[in-house]
């Protein structure tokens, strides 16, 4: 069994900084890759950020890059989110993802087979 544990959301003003954790355990391992993907009410979910497994290897939507920062501890077993210059179009839930398969598609949410509860994020204007 896998489990995917997200924190770290919460409610900011638009300029603002929120940093996001995901918390593998169960059946993972820390060669897995890992990915953030977010869905606001009334949208479809949509890909944020990647990262493979030992970091080097990162993804980004464009609507994120430059603002965003996907990392990773292993030996933690977690994958972080910095999340800076918050707009209120950043509002939705946050998810995390793993896959043990191949890592060829990271912006699809269909190539991820783990998948956490996730984090709400409210950016007020």
């Known amino acids: 069994q896998v489990q995917l544990v997200e924190s770290g959301g919460g409610l900011v003003q638009a300029g603002g900084s929120l940093r996001l954790s995901c918390t593998h355990s169960?059946?993972?391992?820390?060669?897995?890759?890992m990915a953030w993907f977010r869905q606001a009410p009334g949208q479809e979910r949509e890909f944020v950020a990647a990262?493979?497994?030992?970091?080097?290897?990162?993804y980004y939507a464009d609507s994120v890059k430059a603002r965003f920062t996907i990392s990773r501890d292993n030996a933690k077993r977690t994958v972080y989110l910095q999340m800076n210059s918050l707009k209120p179009e950043d509002t939705a839930v946050y998810y995390c993802a793993t896959t043990a398969g191949r890592f060829t598609t990271p912006r699809i949410m269909e190539a991820y087979d783990y998948w956490g509860q996730g984090t709400q994020v409210t950016v007020s204007s």
């Open positions: 990262i493979n497994w030992g970091g080097a290897t990162t």
């Open positions: 169960g059946r993972t391992s820390s060669t897995y890759p």
